[in-house]
């Protein structure tokens, strides 16, 4: 119990520093639960969606 505990700790951790990454790239916008303080809204910027849509159409990769 203690490991799962650890790993998903470790997981939580390796998700927020991804979100660091990718708002700091201007890809994704954070903003505030206006009915929960404690929770996050995560969402893609215009140019991530931009992106996203070049790749998807480049058929450089397969959707499962």
Same mark, same amino acid.
């Given at each position: 119990r203690? %490991?799962? @505990?650890? %790993?998903?700790a470790?997981?939580? &951790?390796?998700g927020l520093r991804w979100l660091n990454v990718l708002e700091n790239k201007g890809l994704i916008r954070r903003s505030s639960d206006?009915?929960?303080?404690?929770?996050? &809204? @995560?969402s893609l910027t215009d140019e991530a969606f931009t992106k996203m849509r070049v790749l998807v159409e480049s058929r450089e990769f397969e959707v499962i």
């Open positions: 203690k %490991q799962r @505990v650890r %790993q998903l470790r997981s939580a &951790h390796n206006p009915f929960d303080g404690r929770r996050i &809204h @995560v």
